[in-house]
């Protein structure tokens, strides 16, 4: 019985508690899979956890199945005046908890936060069981009903118990901590705001309130008390301040709200920013238009599946900013909290999606007619607005990803659910991804085109006709342009017509060539307010041979960067400079013909091989490329710009033998 045994709680037994606090609860569980049927078969896990992190290496099959996870908890005697809260910040995709054999709730999404009081199911002074039965099985009332993303299962977020007093602020509000900050009116003279407090009490009708606002030199703005009702009901605290700081990604300036609700205290982190987008003068923030450089990112990384750290969001972020860009997509579904905070930290501009998207598989379909799917679709919606409410880095809402309108009824359906929007938060524009002609394009206030020319379809120099056609047709949207490429699973339409000496590998030139192909067709576009690329990194699924989507610009280890990621670090990154000899994962080759090509942000490179200066051709924005040279044997090839420079050696010859 002592693994189950919190020591943090055993020890906090012998003392009171004051006020609200959170202990982890992330150790000491036990698993197994239900068809399991026997307490022998279960192994010690700690969370974050997933159960198909085998599939990941090949080693195991993919599982849709249900799994049980298990612990004791002691809860001391001292917390019997207390109330007690269980909230998982993330389990896939379907959960029931059960406390003392007594069913809490059920919670239906993956990527949202749920919590459930557990007091009254407690026993004091004693060992209590936890039992958290998690199913990740395909269910046509749970969205996303298509997706091409591995759906791992398990608990993959952390887990708290909150323990507080009889009256305090609720984390029950859709898995939140209870207090939202409406941006009323924000310039760069005042800020106009009110913050949304939910209290409930056991025992008080009313309790006295504080509202303090800390500014980022540390000194109080605001504070304000009241006396307010426990109700569980929106209690409305007005504050207003002159000359802020304001949130940009260039000056993240971040806000301390602070609540103080009789003996409970919490403390939000936020930022105050205003948000305009129009045809003309595209994305701006605080009046000002901000080029959006932005890249797509899924939910998981080799080796952790989708049991991602504050430490793996933290070397994400970095890497997308190392790039250059200034935005990232949390596609289909949110990131935990832990990667927004950063965001809010960095400067990094956000877009989280809802779960309403289409892969392109026929077997698919997104929506479904019924009460179920669709109000699974609005609690979704709920929940993931009010969790990421708080954070100044998330600018826009994902309505939906590349639905193929097929009925009435589910134009009907996104347009509700863009009106809920718009209702729960005002200030953010909603925003969607789109392949279809027709009037889904219409309902969001931002639209993204996913184009695909040169990859599944026609030339990448059809994009300067298509361009010509939204610019003289469709010039009243605030539209943007999203594309990528990968691992040929289909015969490029027109890359492969493009490419070079390709020597062994293949792939990567042909992802290679169809991003400079883009670069060059949008390099000077005036009708987009930002570029997405589609992928960040590789990420796993099942639904494809290789098990998983190689349109990554790094791989999914979230470390090894394609030649792609040096592209746009040359073009995007103007605080440090770029100089990358690509094809460095290929240096041997078969054919004698070669040309090197390189990226470089550094003006007049030399390119030296084996120690004699070669003469190079600028192809492109920061692109570079020798004639064609003949190589044979070991070749040392170096490229010199400024103070940097970049080396490789290529093996010409027999492949098989020298490797």
Request: with cysteine.
């Given at each position: 019985?002592?693994r189950y045994i919190l020591t943090l709680l055993a020890v906090m037994a012998l003392f009171s508690v004051d006020a609200r606090e959170i202990y982890s609860l992330n150790n ?120 091409e993303m591995n759906l791992y299962g398990g608990i993959y977020r952390d887990v708290e118990l909150i323990v507080t007093e009889q009256t305090t602020v609720t984390p029950m ?13 924000v310039s760069r003279e005042r800020v106009d705001a009110e913050a949304v407090v939910y209290l409930t009490s056991t025992t008080e009708p009313t309790c006295n309130v504080t ?449």
């Amino acid at each position: 019985m002592k693994r189950y045994i919190l020591t943090l709680l055993a020890v906090m037994a012998l003392f009171s508690v004051d006020a609200r606090e959170i202990y982890s609860l992330n150790n000491d569980w036990r698993f197994f899979f239900k068809e399991e049927n026997s307490g022998d078969a279960a192994r010690y896990v700690n969370i974050p956890h997933t159960w198909n992190l085998d599939a990941l290496t090949g080693t195991g099959t993919y599982r849709q199945t249900t799994a049980s996870y298990l612990r004791e908890l002691y809860v001391p005697a001292d917390w019997s005046s207390k109330r007690l809260f269980l909230r998982f910040h993330g389990v896939q995709s379907v959960a029931d908890v059960f406390v003392n054999g007594e069913h809490c709730g059920e919670h239906c999404g993956g990527w949202t936060a749920f919590t459930f009081e557990i007091t009254d199911k407690l026993r004091f002074d004693n060992y209590n069981s936890i039992h958290v039965l998690v199913s990740n099985a395909y269910r046509n009332d749970v969205l996303p009903t298509s997706t091409e993303m591995n759906l791992y299962g398990g608990i993959y977020r952390d887990v708290e118990l909150i323990v507080t007093e009889q009256t305090t602020v609720t984390p029950m509000f859709y898995g939140t901590d209870g207090i939202m900050i409406n941006q009323k009116a924000v310039s760069r003279e005042r800020v106009d705001a009110e913050a949304v407090v939910y209290l409930t009490s056991t025992t008080e009708p009313t309790c006295n309130v504080t509202l303090s606002v800390v500014g980022p030199d540390g000194y109080v703005t605001v504070r304000k008390s009241l006396r307010a009702k426990t109700d569980g009901k929106a209690v409305s605290i007005p504050f207003a301040f002159e000359t802020p700081e304001l949130w940009s990604p260039s000056s993240p300036k971040l806000y301390d709200v602070q609540v103080v609700a009789e003996m409970d205290t919490l403390t939000i982190r936020t930022g105050f920013r205003k948000i305009e987008v129009t045809p003309e003068k595209h994305f701006m923030l605080n009046g000002r238009t901000i080029p959006v450089k932005g890249v797509t990112v899924h939910h998981d990384r080799a080796v952790v599946g989708s049991a991602l750290t504050a430490q793996h969001s933290k070397e994400d972020v970095d890497l997308i900013r190392n790039m250059g860009a200034n935005a990232l997509r949390s596609t289909t579904a949110p990131h935990a909290q832990h990667l927004y905070d950063y965001c809010d930290e960095q400067g990094v501009l956000v877009w989280v999606d809802f779960p309403l998207t289409q892969a392109p598989f026929l077997s698919d379909m997104s929506y479904f007619s019924t009460h179920r799917f669709e109000d699974n679709g609005r609690q979704q919606v709920r929940e993931i607005i009010a969790q990421n409410y708080n954070h100044p880095s998330v600018v826009m809402w994902g309505l939906f990803s590349l639905l193929k309108p097929r009925s009435e009824h589910m134009l009907e359906f996104v347009r509700e659910l863009n009106g809920l929007a718009k209702r729960l938060d005002p200030s953010r524009p909603t925003v969607a991804c789109s392949n279809q002609d027709g009037d889904i394009n219409f309902i969001t206030d931002l639209i993204v085109w996913q184009q695909s020319l040169g990859w599944e379809r026609g030339k990448i120099s059809d994009l300067g006709i298509w361009q010509e056609l939204l610019s003289s047709k469709w010039n009243h949207l605030c539209q943007a342009v999203a594309y990528g490429a990968g691992r040929a699973d289909i015969e490029p339409a027109d890359v492969a017509a493009h490419t070079h000496h390709r020597g062994n590998n293949t792939t990567a030139i042909w992802q290679r060539n169809f991003h400079e192909g883009y670069v060059a067709e949008l390099i000077d576009n005036k009708i987009f307010w930002g570029i997405w690329l589609n992928n960040m990194f590789d990420f796993g699924s099942t639904r494809y041979p290789s098990g998983m989507k190689t349109t990554g610009i790094v791989e999914m280890d979230h470390q090894t960067r394609k030649d792609t990621y040096f592209l746009y670090r040359a073009l995007w990154n103007h605080s440090s400079p770029t100089l990358h000899i690509n094809g460095k994962a290929n240096p041997y080759r078969s054919h004698s013909d070669q040309t090197v090509r390189f990226y470089s942000s550094i003006a007049e490179p030399v390119l030296l091989i084996n120690g004699d200066s070669v003469k190079i051709n600028n192809v492109g924005p920061c692109q570079y490329e020798s004639d064609v040279i003949k190589m044979h044997g070991e070749n040392h090839i170096e490229v010199l710009a400024g103070s940097q420079s970049d080396r490789m050696t290529l093996t010409i010859g027999n492949v098989l033998k020298s490797r």
